[in-house]
Nanobody, 123 residues
Framework: VQLQASGGGLVQPGGSLRLSCAVSGLRLPNYTIGWFRQAPGKEREGIACSQRSGYRTDYADSVKARFTISRDTAKNTAYLQMNNLKPEDTALYYC?????????????????WGQGTQVTVSS
């Protein structure tokens, strides 16, 4: 099983990025997907999840109304659309997959993890 996160980069405050999480070795509809981030010196934060089937999502208050999690089952890829980015969004972003059905932003819920993609928000 591999999860390949990509799409990070340097963006100005107020800008947008879309992160991708390409999944191989498992079928996306059968897995809950979570996005996490970790800034230097801070604990990992679960910011978004998409329950398997994709109908239920959940967001941390810090990103609600700015970030959107989605999935494309044909491409077996999950996405995190990030709008109105702020300097405090700067972090290493990770995607993760869990066979458990519940949507959770708790990292212990997830078995499979991708490598991180760096997002830097700065003028």
């Amino acid at each position: 099983v591999q999860l390949q996160a990509s799409g990070g980069g340097l963006v100005q405050p107020g800008g947008s990025l879309r992160l991708s999480c390409a999944v191989s070795g498992l079928r996306l509809p059968n897995y809950t997907i979570g996005w996490f981030r970790q800034a230097p010196g801070k604990e990992r934060e679960g910011i978004a999840c998409s329950q398997r089937s994709g109908y239920r999502t959940d967001y941390a208050d810090s990103v609600k109304a700015r970030f959107t999690i989605s999935r494309d089952t044909a491409k077996n890829t999950a996405y995190l659309q990030m709008n109105n980015l702020k300097p405090e969004d700067t972090a290493l972003y990770y995607c993760a997959a869990a066979a458990r059905g519940l949507c959770s932003r708790d990292g212990s819920h997830y078995r499979f993890w991708g490598q991180g993609t760096q997002v830097t928000v700065s003028s």
